[in-house]
């Protein structure tokens, strides 16, 4: 079974960072892509960043040049460094994974538990 685990939340001040580790264990075949979505109350869950196992980044563009998202592949672990924090980035975050339990098994997609992001002064 796979397990993804978030850490790194918390409460902080406008312009202040915070960086969101997050953990995938289980037996795992590979890894396609790890990344990060956000939800705010009242509204839709949405993308805020993508790495994909050849090391390409996508961003939304409300975050480009704020956040910067990396990855571990031999620990399977994928970080967010959230710097020039907004309040508009308070949403629980929350980490996905694709990836192949084994060789002969497509692609499924994993969620973390998620992780409250506060900005406010």
């Known amino acids: 079974q796979v397990q993804l685990v978030e850490s790194g939340g918390g409460l902080v001040q406008p312009g202040g960072s915070l960086r969101l580790s997050c953990a995938a264990s289980?037996?795992?075949?590979?890894?396609?892509?790890m990344g990060w979505y956000r939800q705010a109350p009242g509204k839709q869950r949405e993308l805020v960043a993508t790495i994909f196992s050849g090391g390409s980044t996508t961003y939304a563009d409300s975050v480009k040049g704020r956040f910067t998202i990396s990855r571990d592949n031999a620990k399977n672990t994928v970080y967010l460094q959230m710097n020039s924090l907004k309040p508009e980035d308070t949403a629980v975050y929350y980490c996905h994974a694709v990836l192949r339990l084994t060789a002969l098994t497509g692609t499924e997609t994993y969620w973390g538990q998620g992780t409250q992001v506060t900005v406010s002064s």
């Open positions: 289980g037996r795992i075949f590979s890894i396609y892509a």
